[in-house]
């Protein structure tokens, strides 16, 4: 049941002030929090984040005063050790850059310390930084000394180097007389993006270098025999007075021309693609001197057989081509003569030994005759006084049968002879293109050597068609058997040693294949290296007279038209093959 009423009133004033209180207490609350939460959070960043960033931060100065073993604790996940281990990693490699440049460094400190030729280098502002124990040495003062004068007073003239600079690197080498030494002086800018960051300057003694070069231009000079030097571009280089000699032409004229000059027009192509340009390619090894015996055109235009050496050589840091040029006029003249005495006394001896030869046969069928025509008067004088017997009649039958078969069998040796040396002493005499079976032929030529042969134990084998007919000179064809044979004999075998010949000539399309071997001693390399030159010989005490070779490679390679080689070593005998066309080449008329 309701008791009563009770009204409880208040003034609106006294609320607004009630909720003015809150408000203050709330923000002061909230500031008191707040603050609270910042004070907390500085604290959180300054250990989390500033201290850890501070420690990297001397890190990076301890490692930039040169510490490069510096490292950093970074315990933890967060991003901070993430960035501490990444720099822990990057001062490890640095390090490593560091002990790396370190030991490039001292290398080339050891290198530029140990150089013959003396080293000055400065920085950008031409103060010098290095000095080696060679420049010191060379300029003959310490190098406290040398830094204190400057880089520009390196040189008696300090301009010289001051142009240098100016011209920013242009190759200025200078050569100066130095306290009685004779130094080379090379300077060099080196820049990066086109800004100097130094220079250099290496000094070298070139005093004996310069010696040295002044006798051999004497050398040159007053050598014998011509020398020609040629550049990369077969320029005329040094032209020596022996070569002005040979050609008939200063070195004024000859210097800075061509050497195609010296070669005639009809050798040049074969010349240049054979020898000049096999030496200029300068990505080869190097290699043996070549030579060859050619001929060479004078400024007249009249022409002169030499002997030429060709070698290359390096001039002014490029390839080029030294020649030595010997004329050979004379010394060609007496080799054609002795070749052609040498084929004379060739004849001669062949003369003899096929009358040495023909001379038994022909003994024996006058003997034989001689008896016959006795028989024979015996028998008329049985028949005129007694009669003859059937029994006396059949022995005069037989003597006669057995004389006159012996007559005719020696006759007809004799003829064999005399056929075969005049078939071969004809065609030996005079150089005559004709057609000829080639193995009787051949055979002809050995036969006209059994007088020679007939006293040792060699056994000669010929292999060749019976059919086999060419058109050449039969003469140069016998000669180079006979020669052949003949070095065999006298090199390749004992006076009491067994030996095999074998002889095999066989057409091959337009080419005839003659292969000559022999199992006798075999040589040494340097003697068949050697075995063609005109005068070379290992047998001078048995006669040997150092042609035979000589005039064989002559036969085959210029009146043949073809080539020839030689194979051979020690204990292994000597086997020679020649090529030459089946027609050879005809000569040109003069």
Known sequence: ???????????????????????????????????????????????????????????????????????????????????????????????????????????????????????????????????????????????????????????????????????????????????????????????????????????????????????????????????????????????????????????????GQPVLELIPPALQASHLNRFFSYFLRANEPSHSPATLETEAIRRDGSLFPIRLALNRMLLDGRFAIVGMIADITEEKRLLDNLIQSEKMAGLGGMVAGVAHEINTPVGIGVTATSELKERIDLFERLMRSEGVSEEEMEEFLASTRRLTSLTLSNLERAAELVHSFKSVAVDQSCERLRSFRVKEYVTSAITTLHHELKNTRLEIHLECEETLEITSYPGALSRIVINLLGNSRLHAFGEEENGRIDIRIAQEGDSIDFTYRDNGRGMEEETRRRIFEPFFTTRRDRGGSGLGMHIVYNLVTQSLGGRITCESSPGNGAFFRMRFPVLPPQPTPD
């Open 1 to 255: 049941r309701p008791l009563g009423v009770l009204r409880i009133t208040t003034s609106l004033s006294q609320a607004e002030e009630d909720i003015r209180t809150t408000r203050r207490e709330a923000v002061g609350v909230a500031a008191a929090t707040l603050f609270l939460i910042l004070a907390g959070l500085l604290l959180t960043i300054r250990q989390v984040l500033v201290r850890p960033l501070g420690g990297i931060k001397e890190a990076m100065n301890r490692i930039a005063e040169g510490h490069l073993e510096e490292r950093i604790d970074a315990p933890g996940h967060d991003e901070v050790s993430a960035i501490a281990t990444t720099f822990n990693e990057m001062a490890r490699r640095l390090r490593l850059t560091y002990e790396g440049l370190q030991h490039e460094r001292n290398k080339l400190s050891t290198i530029i310390h140990s150089v013959k030729e003396g080293i000055v280098v400065t920085n950008p502002d031409g103060e010098i930084v290095l000095v080696n124990p060679a420049a010191e040495r060379l300029l003959q003062k310490p190098s406290g000394q040398i830094e204190s004068e400057g880089f520009f007073n390196l040189l008696d003239d300090p301009e010289y180097l001051r142009t240098y600079l100016e011209r920013e690197g242009v190759e200025m080498p200078s050569t100066l007389v130095y306290k009685g030494r004779v130094l080379h002086f090379h300077g060099a800018t080196f820049k990066i993006d086109n800004h100097a960051i130094g220079s250099a300057a290496l000094i070298r003694d070139i005093t004996e270098e310069k010696k040295l070069k002044e006798q051999l231009h004497e050398i040159i000079a007053k050598a014998p025999f011509g020398i020609v030097v040629v550049d990369e571009e077969g320029i005329i280089r040094v032209f020596n007075p022996s070569s002005e000699r040979l050609f008939r032409a200063s070195s004024a004229e000859m210097v």
